[in-house]
């Protein structure tokens, strides 16, 4: 993440977001987890991470879930060794806000397989990330090194129907930095519901 | 007509998802002599319904639709660019053949800060008007039946989408005669913004934009607040308004997700009690000298104008 960013964004915004940049070190987190394990980035070292901000409320997340889209990108990432992390950073009492039961009872309903569904109540991580929406994705190289940022995919909408035609980002990277392939695209427009922070 | 349908969205529980199997897709079809609206649409948050200006479609002329949204209080749709997140409307017709409809024309957006985040779009009492060119064959006497699929998305704090069919039959004539929803399009029109004979250019400055706008009336730039209509090129946050020899300087955060500088990108910038206005501003190098930039001088329209139709304006 670069300081002059940080800059930049706190001349314009009452509450900045410092967002991470992609080909910079990815920053380094610490959460707990719907286990109550906590989890951070700097402990899959050697692994590729997905970062996944997640709001089970958002009508967009629905879209990604209830197609099964989510749940296959996770199955097929993981089996690939591929760390998946969810995040919610909805504050308590905002749309989409959990407790561990409720973490695990979404993850059962949609058989959704993240490594692990991470709290961030306070949203420090969000902002860390500058994550806007839900969903909004990341994908970070086993170096640490930040190499995607964006939408799941190249359609903003969300119509199932969408899906078919749509190019998803996060597989096309993983299957990119698996092959020592550069990341076609890098950064792309995340779309979605705003991510609930609170104040 | 003011026919009330419920709409079955879909409702998102604060922490468990009631999925529903698809969105439930309703048609209003005008009622055999109320061909000049649609029924309106009660969806969820909002009501929808399909207008237009006149009560006839003359042959050759272009007439104006509508999609007319009446918001529920502290609820918003989105401009073309949502901002930080949401969708913009979308509507998709079946014409008759020779029928043409244009681009929604959007009014000016406003800003609607949740938390930290930045969206632009609108509430309360909105039309979005839509051009119809009738062929000139078009056969006096007949009518035509417009179909439009409306998609959305509406916010507060929580968002629900929504997608509605909504159809008009309109006959074919000789003369155009306003129709009672008329003067809301001339409100609409006024609430575009203006395209005008303003001069923009924007430079990039490390991880800011600065754009110069020359020859408009922004005042003492208080109040003034600016929205690109391309995202991924500025931060949506209000930029830093001052003044320089004569010009107003916006300096914009760059936007997180900005790779390259295009090579040109349009902003509409509103004005405390005075219409909006719609600038394109050119990139040019920071030196020059090192560049050919793209004359400054070429502002092209690319948003339809905003002509009255045939006849139709009171």
Redesign the interface.
């Known amino acids: 993440m670069k300081l002059s960013l940080t800059l930049a964004a706190t001349l314009f915004a009452t509450q900045a977001f410092a967002a991470a940049t992609v080909g910079a070190p990815a920053p380094d987190f610490s959460l707990t987890d719907s286990n109550g394990k906590t989890q951070t980035l700097s402990q899959y070292t050697g692994k590729t991470v997905v970062l996944e901000w997640n709001n089970p409320g958002c009508p967009f997340v629905h879209k990604h879930y209830a197609s099964g889209n989510i749940p296959k990108q996770q199955a097929a990432a993981t089996a690939d060794g591929v760390v998946w992390l969810t995040i919610n950073s909805g504050a308590p009492g905002k749309q989409g806000h959990l407790d561990s039961a409720g973490a695990k009872a979404f993850v059962a309903q949609y058989h959704a397989s993240p490594s692990a569904y991470l709290f961030d109540g306070n949203g420090k991580v969000g902002r860390l990330y500058g994550a806007k929406t839900t969903p909004h994705m990341y994908v970070i190289d086993g170096g640490g090194t930040l190499r995607y940022m964006g939408g799941i995919d190249s359609i903003p909408s969300t119509d199932e129907d969408d899906l078919a035609k749509a190019t998803q980002y996060v597989p096309q990277a993983l299957a990119e930095l698996k092959a020592g392939k550069p990341v076609t695209v890098a950064t792309s427009a995340p779309y979605g519901c705003g991510v609930k922070y609170g104040p | 007509m003011q026919a009330r349908v419920r709409f079955a969205g ?1 409702l ?4 468990k ?1 009631i ?1 529903l199997s ?1 969105s439930l897709l309703l048609v209003a079809a005008a009622l055999p002599g109320s061909a000049l609206r649609a029924a309106e649409i009660a969806a969820d948050h909002l009501s929808i319904e399909l207008v237009v200006d006149t009560q006839t479609l003359v042959p050759g002329m272009t007439a104006w639709l509508g999609l007319r949204i009446r918001h529920e209080p502290h609820w918003h749709t989105y401009w073309i660019n949502p901002g ?4 913009p409307t979308r509507v998709t017709w079946t014409l008759p053949p020779g029928f043409k409809a244009g681009e929604i024309v959007w009014p000016a957006p406003k800003r609607f800060a ?4 930045a ?1 632009f779009g609108y509430d309360g009492d909105l039309l979005l008007p839509v051009p119809l060119d009738v062929p000139a064959d078009a056969t006096p006497g007949s009518t035509a039946h417009i179909a439009a699929l409306a ?1 959305w ?1 509406v ?1 507060h ?5 929504g ?1 509605v069919s909504l159809t008009l039959d309109l006959p074919v004539g000789k003369l155009a005669e306003p129709a009672a929803l008329a003067g809301q399009f001339v409100t609409a029109r006024g609430a575009q913004p203006e395209n005008g004979v303003w001069k923009a250019d924007a430079r990039l400055l ?3 934009i600065e754009v110069r706008v020359r020859g408009a009336d922004l005042g003492d730039g208080k109040g003034l607040d600016a929205f690109a209509e391309q ?2 090129i500025v ?1 949506n ?4 308004v001052s003044l320089r020899d004569g010009a107003t300087m916006l300096l ?3 936007s ?2 900005f ?1 390259s500088a295009p090579g040109s990108f349009d902003l509409v910038l509103s004005r405390p009690r005075a219409r909006a206005i719609r600038v394109r501003a050119v990139f040019v190098s920071p030196n020059p000298v090192s560049m050919h930039p793209v004359s400054p001088d070429r502002i092209s329209s690319n948003a339809a104008p905003a002509s009255p139709h045939n006849g139709g304006s009171p």
């Open positions: 879909q998102f529980a604060m922490t998802l999925a698809s930080d997140s949401g969708l949740v938390d930290e985040l969206n998609k998305l916010c704090e929580e968002c629900v989408p997608k490390g991880d800011q995202p991924r931060a946050t209000v930029p830093k914009f955060a760059k997180d997700y790779t």
